[in-house]
C-alpha cells in the first residue's frame, strides 16, 4: 500500500480523488450496508469499488475482516440490480473465501451456473471454479463439461480457462474433460479455439503422441485466432524437437508448417514462426533464410515491440549463426540510434558478433557516443562484446583497447569498471602486442580508482607482467604512488608488486630497496611486515641472498591448488595439535564457469529467485564417497569427471554418470531424476554391462532404495581395476527399478510395483580421465624443473582439420590437460602455434607438455608433442594416448 | 502465464496492480521496477506507444494513457507480442470506459468499471476475452451480439 498518497484538499477538482483520504477500516465500517433490508444497489457498488481498490493497493484483510465482508457480500445475491450482480462475482474471487465458508455461496452459483442468462452463467462458472475444492468440483463437473461445448463463447471460454487452472490442483478430474475440449478445439469461435487448444495440450502434455497427433491435425485444420496459431507453433516444435531426438532422419517434419506460417497476416504468427526456425536445433542456413529475411523487415518497422523482438531474436542466432545474420547488418546499425535502450544495446551487441574486421572502427565510432546515454547493465553486456570481438580480431586491438580505457576514464559502478579492467586483462594476456599499451591504461586508471578490490588485482597483475615488459621502470612510479596516497590495503598489494619488479630486474633494484626501505615505517603492520619479508627475501637488507630460483618460487610461485579448495580446506580444518596439512588439498578444479552456463540456460522457474551459490564439487563428491562404506576403503579419490549425460534432455528419467577414479577403483555415480509425476520408483540400480572393458571387474553396487519425482537421487557400481593402470573401456547400461503408480492429489503410492527397465546411453572410461588439470603459474619453470631425463618427443600428423584451432582444442580434450598461460588461445589466421599444457596423471606424477602445431594450406595439421614428467612410463603413455 | 498488470498515474503512485503467480515477497520489487522502469522511459511517448523490456525471462511491455501508465508483465507463452496483444485490448478498454484517454480523476471515476474490464479481460494470468466490444456488453452482463 505504500505507494498510496493522499491528495491535498487544496488541489482542484480534477485532481481530486474520490478515494482520497480512504481508510480500510472506514470501508468496513460502510460494508455494513450490504446487510440493510432495502439495499442501495448504487451505494453497495461503490462500497465494492473502495473495497477493489483497497485490494488493488495491495492492502490486505485479516481472515475475521474477509469473512465478515464475505457474508455480508453473500446477502447481495437478493438484489436485481445486474451491474452489482457482476461486481458481486469480482469481489467473492477478490477474497477467496477459505473452504468452510463457500458453502453459502455454492447454491446462489449453482443456480446461477444453471440460469437461462448465458453471461450469468459464464461469471457463476469463473467464481465456482476459484473457490472451489475437489469434493465440490465432483458435483459440478457435469455442468462444466456442458459449458465446455456450449455454443456460447463467453460460456465456453469461462469453463476452458477454468479447466486450465483447475488442471493445477485437480488433475485427474480435468483429465475426463479430454472428449468435450477436443470438441472445443474445432470451434468456429476464436478465442474458444485458443483456449481449448491449450488446455488439450496441458492434459496430454505427457502422451508424446497425442501432442504429434493433435499438432498432425490442426498444422492441416484451421486455426481461427492468431494467439492460437502462435500455440500450435510452439507445440509443433515441440514435437519437432522430440522427434529429431529419436534420430528420425530424412526431411524436416512440419518444418513446411512453420515456413507458411511466415506468409501469416498476423504480425503474431510471422514472429513466433521465424523464431520456432531459428530454434530448430541444427538448423541448416538454408531452413534459416527466410526467417532471418521477416526478422530484418520486423527491424524497420515502426512498432518498437517488433523491433525489439526481432533483434532478441537476431541476437540469439548470431551466437550461432552469426554469418546468417550479416545480412541484417545495415537494418541493425540504425537501430544503434533507437530511442529505446534496450533495442540499441541488443544491436550493438548482434553487430559486434557478426561485423566484419574492416567494420571494426566504424562501429566503435558509433558505440562510443551511445554509451553515455546507458544504464551500466546494458554497457557491461556491450563491454563484453568487445571483449570477445577483441579475441576475434586480435589485430583490432588498438581501437578496442582505446575505447575501453577511454570508457574505463568515465563515470561508472563497480560492476562495470570490473567489466571494462577484466576485459583488458583478458586482452593483454590473448594479444601479446596488446600488452604494454594496455598495462598503461591500467596503471593509470589506479591513480584514480575509488575500488579497492580494482586497484589490488591490478596491481597483482602488474606485478606478474610488468617486468616481463621493454622498459619496466615506467610503471614504478604508479605504483609507488600507491604507497603513498592509499588504504592499507591497497598499499600492501604495491609493496608485494615492487618487490616482484626487484626481485626480476637486477638493474631496478637498487632503487626497489630505496623504496621498499621507507614503506618499514608505514603505520599499518601488514605493510611494514610485507616490506621486511621482501627485503629479506630478495636481500635488500644486506643479508645473505637466498637463490634467485627460491626467490621467483616464492614470489610468483602459486601453490598449485585451485584457492577455492584451500579455502574449503582451511575452514573445515579445525585448531589442533596437528598442523594443517596442505597436500591435504584436493587438486582438482572445478569446472564452475560450465556449470554456471548450464545453470543459466535452464529456464527460471519463478521470478528473480536467486542462483543458488556455488558448491564445492569435488569436495562433495569425496564427503559423498566416503560416507558410503562399500566405497570407503577405496583410498583418496584422485579424479571426478564432469556429468556425461546418458539420456537425452526432457525423456522420463534423466540419468547422467560421474566417473569416480581412485587408485585401484572407478566408481560410477549415476544421477537419475524422475520427471514423471505418477511415478514414484523404488529399488533403483544401474546394470552397467563391462563386457567390452576387459581389465575392470564389478566389485560393487549401490542402489537407490527409493526415487519420487523431481528430487534427484543416486545410485553407484564400483569397479576395481589394476593398480595405478590407466585401464580404458566401454560400459553399456540399463536402468533397472520397480515402479509404483502415484496419486497425484494425494501424493501416495500404490503398494504393489512393476519391474520395469529403461535402456541409457554407452560411456567410456578414456586415459583422459585419468588426468588431473593442474595449472602452473610459470611453465618454464615447470619444464625444466621436470629435467630432460623422462622427455619423449615425436611428431604426428593429424590429417585435414576443420582449423588449427579446431585440432588445438581436440588434442587438448584428448589429454585432458590444464593449458597454461592462455596458449589455447589460438591466433586468427596464424599457422601455427605453440600450446603448454601441465597436468597431474594418476600414481601422482607431475607432467609437462608442449605441443607445436603447423597447418599447410591444404588444412593438413602437424604436430610435434614433447612430454615431460617424473616418470618415464608415464611420458610414453601420453605419446601412446596421441598415437592412438 | 500473464504475471502482472499494474496502472500507475503519472507520479508513479499504484493504481491497480494484480499479480498472478508472482510471490509475495516479490511484488515491491517488481512494482518498484517497474515504476522506475516508466520514470526513465515514458517521458514524451505518445498515448499507446508500446515500450518493450525484459528482465531475465520475463518480458515487460508498457505505455502511456493519458495521464495513466500501464505495464504488463508476462513469460513463456506471453511473450512481447502477445503481452502487447494483451496491453492493446486493455487500453482500448479502458478508453471505452472512460470515453477518452483518461485523466487521474477519470480514471478514479471509473475504477469499478475498469476492474470488471480487468477480470473480463485477464483472469489469473491467463487472457480470456480480447475483444473490446464484447467486453463492454460483458461487464454489464449482456450477452456478446456475435455469435
Known amino acids: ?884 | 502465464m500473464l504475471l502482472a498488470v499494474l496502472i500507475a498515474n503519472s507520479e508513479g503512485n499504484i493504481l491497480v496492480e494484480r499479480f498472478n503467480g508472482v510471490p509475495g515477497e516479490e511484488r515491491l520489487h517488481w512494482r518498484s521496477f517497474l515504476v522506475k522502469l516508466g520514470a526513465d522511459n515514458l517521458k514524451g511517448v505518445k498515448n499507446e506507444e508500446l515500450c518493450v523490456a525484459c528482465h531475465k525471462s520475463v518480458y515487460i511491455v508498457y505505455t502511456v494513457l493519458g495521464h495513466v501508465s500501464i505495464y504488463l508483465v508476462g513469460k513463456d507463452e506471453y511473450d512481447e507480442l502477445a503481452l502487447s496483444e494483451a496491453i492493446f485490448v486493455v487500453t482500448s478498454a479502458i478508453k471505452d470506459v472512460c470515453g477518452k484517454p483518461p485523466t487521474e480523476r477519470l480514471f478514479l471515476d471509473k475504477y469499478g468499471r475498469i476492474c470488471l474490464c480487468l477480470d473480463e479481460i485477464v483472469w489469473k494470468g491467463l487472457l480470456e476475452n480480447t475483444d473490446k466490444d464484447r467486453i463492454k456488453r460483458l461487464i454489464r452482463l449482456k450477452p456478446p451480439t456475435d455469435f
Open chain 1, 1 to 884: 500500500m505504500a505507494q498510496y498518497v493522499k491528495k491535498d484538499d487544496d488541489l482542484d477538482e480534477e485532481e481530486y480523488s474520490p478515494f482520497s483520504g480512504i481508510e480500510k477500516g472506514a470501508v468496513l465500517q460502510e460494508a455494513r450496508v450490504f446487510n440493510d433490508p432495502q439495499l442501495d444497489s448504487r451505494r453497495c457498488s461503490q462500497v465494492i469499488t473502495k473495497l477493489l481498490y483497497l485490494l488493488n493497493q495491495g492492502d490486505t484483510f485479516t481472515k475475521t475482516e474477509a469473512t465478515e465482508v464475505f457474508f455480508s457480500v453473500t446477502k447481495l445475491f437478493q438484489a436485481r440490480d445486474i451491474g452489482l450482480r457482476r461486481m458481486v462475482y469480482l469481489i467473492i474471487k477478490e477474497l477467496s473465501p477459505s473452504s468452510d465458508e463457500v458453502i453459502i455461496v455454492t447454491s446462489s452459483l449453482m443456480k446461477d451456473m444453471n440460469s437461462k442468462t448465458d453471461v450469468y452463467r459464464a461469471n457463476a462458472i469463473r467464481v465456482l471454479c476459484r473457490i472451489t475444492d475437489g469434493t465440490l468440483l465432483t458435483q459440478i463437473e457435469r455442468y462444466l463439461k456442458q459449458a465446455i461445448v456450449d455454443k456460447n463463447p463467453v460460456v465456453a471460454s469461462a469453463a476452458l480457462v477454468s479447466g486450465i487452472h483447475l488442471l493445477q490442483t485437480n488433475p485427474e478430474i480435468v483429465k475426463r474433460w479430454s472428449n468435450e475440449v477436443q470438441e472445443a478445439v474445432q470451434s468456429r469461435a476464436a478465442l474458444v479455439q485458443f483456449h481449448a487448444l491449450a488446455l488439450l495440450q496441458q492434459i496430454r502434455q505427457n502422451d508424446r503422441l497425442a501432442v504429434s497427433k493433435l499438432v498432425t491435425s490442426l498444422t492441416k485444420g484451421t486455426v481461427r485466432s492468431p494467439l492460437a496459431q502462435c500455440l500450435l507453433i510452439r507445440y509443433t516444435s515441440q514435437v519437432i524437437r522430440e522427434s529429431s531426438m529419436n534420430g528420425q532422419t530424412g526431411d524436416r517434419p512440419f518444418y513446411d508448417y512453420l515456413e507458411g506460417c511466415l506468409r501469416h497476416k498476423s504480425e503474431m504468427v510471422i514472429f513466433e514462426a521465424a523464431r520456432a526456425i531459428t530454434e530448430l536445433s541444427g538448423v541448416t542456413s538454408r531452413e534459416l533464410t527466410p526467417a532471418i529475411t521477416v526478422l530484418q523487415l520486423f527491424l524497420s518497422s515502426s512498432k518498437p515491440v517488433l523491433r525489439f523482438a526481432a533483434v532478441r531474436t537476431l541476437n540469439k542466432v548470431a551466437m550461432t549463426h552469426p554469418m546468417a545474420v550479416t545480412t541484417c547488418n545495415i537494418d541493425m546499425e540504425s537501430l544503434i540510434s533507437d530511442q529505446n535502450r534496450s533495442i540499441a544495446t541488443l544491436a550493438i551487441t548482434t553487430l559486434l558478433k557478426t561485423g566484419n574486421e574492416s567494420g571494426v572502427d566504424r562501429l566503435m565510432k558509433q558505440i562510443t557516443s551511445f554509451m553515455s546515454d546507458i544504464a551500466d547493465e546494458f554497457k557491461i553486456v556491450v563491454v563484453d562484446a568487445i571483449r570477445s570481438l577483441c579475441l576475434k580480431f586480435p589485430l583490432k586491438f588498438r581501437t578496442l583497447m582505446n575505447f575501453l580505457s577511454s570508457i574505463l576514464r568515465e563515470e561508472g559502478g563497480f560492476e562495470y569498471k570490473k567489466a571494462i579492467v577484466d576485459s583488458i586483462v583478458t586482452i593483454i594476456t590473448d594479444v601479446p602486442d596488446a600488452k604494454e599499451g594496455g598495462l598503461l591504461h591500467l596503471c593509470e586508471f589506479i591513480e584514480d580508482c575509488e575500488f579497492t578490490y580494482l586497484s589490488t588485482q591490478i596491481l597483482h597483475f602488474l606485478g606478474n607482467e610488468g617486468p616481463k615488459t621493454s622498459d619496466p621502470s615506467k610503471y614504478i612510479r604508479y605504483i609507488y604512488n600507491r604507497v603513498i596516497l592509499e588504504n592499507a590495503t591497497v598499499r600492501a598489494s604495491a609493496v608485494s608488486t615492487l618487490a616482484k619488479f626487484g626481485a626480476m630486474v637486477d638493474s631496478l633494484k637498487p632503487r626497489i630497496f630505496v623504496l621498499l626501505r621507507r614503506c618499514l615505517y608505514d603505520n599499518d603492520d601488514e605493510v611494514r611486515d610485507r616490506a621486511t619479508l621482501y627485503l629479506n627475501t630478495i636481500g635488500g637488507d644486506g643479508s645473505v641472498v637466498e637463490t634467485d630460483k627460491d626467490v621467483k618460487g616464492f614470489l610468483f610461485g602459486s601453490l598449485d591448488l585451485p584457492l577455492a579448495n584451500l579455502e574449503t580446506s582451511l575452514k573445515n580444518y579445525e585448531p589442533s595439535e596437528e598442523p594443517f596439512d596442505i597436500s591435504s588439498v584436493s587438486k582438482a578444479i572445478k569446472s564452475q564457469p560450465f556449470a554456471e552456463k548450464k545453470a543459466a540456460a535452464k529456464k527460471p522457474t519463478g521470478l528473480g529467485a536467486p542462483p543458488a551459490g556455488p558448491t564445492s564439487t569435488a569436495d562433495t563428491y569425496e564427503k559423498l564417497l566416503l560416507s558410503i562404506p562399500e566405497f570407503s576403503t577405496f583410498g583418496p579419490l584422485f579424479k571426478s569427471s564432469a556429468p556425461v549425460e546418458l539420456t537425452e534432455s526432457e525423456t522420463e528419467y534423466a540419468v547422467n554418470v560421474v566417473k569416480h577414479i581412485f587408485d585401484k577403483h572407478v566408481v560410477f555415480q549415476f544421477n537419475c531424476t524422475n520427471t514423471i509425476p505418477e511415478q514414484l520408483l523404488e529399488n533403483v540400480t544401474v546394470v552397467v554391462d563391462a563386457s567390452e572393458a576387459e581389465e575392470f571387474e564389478e566389485v560393487a553396487t549401490k542402489p537407490l532404495t527409493s526415487l519420487p519425482y523431481g528430487t534427484p537421487g543416486q545410485t553407484f557400481v564400483a569397479f576395481e581395476k589394476p593398480e595405478g593402470v590407466p585401464a580404458v573401456g566401454k560400459f553399456t547400461n540399463v536402468l533397472r527399478f520397480i515402479v509404483k503408480e502415484v496419486d497425484p492429489s494425494t501424493g501416495e503410492a500404490e503398494e504393489d510395483g512393476v519391474e520395469d527397465e529403461y535402456q541409457l546411453e554407452e560411456f567410456e572410461v578414456v586415459a583422459a580421465d585419468y588426468m588431473l588439470k593442474v595449472g602452473v603459474s610459470n611453465f618454464r619453470n615447470a619444464w625444466e624443473s621436470l629435467g630432460p631425463d623422462f622427455e619423449r618427443v615425436d611428431e604426428y600428423g593429424l590429417g585435414p582439420r576443420e582449423s588449427l584451432k579446431e585440432a588445438v582444442s581436440a588434442v587438448i580434450n584428448l589429454l585432458g590437460m590444464q593449458p597454461c598461460e592462455g596458449t589455447e588461445v589460438v591466433a586468427a589466421n596464424s599457422r601455427s602455434h605453440t600450446c603448454l599444457l601441465s597436468g597431474v596423471y594418476i600414481g601422482n606424477v607431475k607432467v609437462a607438455v608442449r605441443l607445436s602445431f603447423g597447418v599447410d594450406s591444404a588444412k593438413e595439421v602437424a604436430m610435434k608433442l614433447a612430454v615431460r614428467s617424473e616418470d618415464e612410463a608415464v611420458s610414453d603413455a601420453i605419446h601412446e594416448l596421441v598415437a592412438n
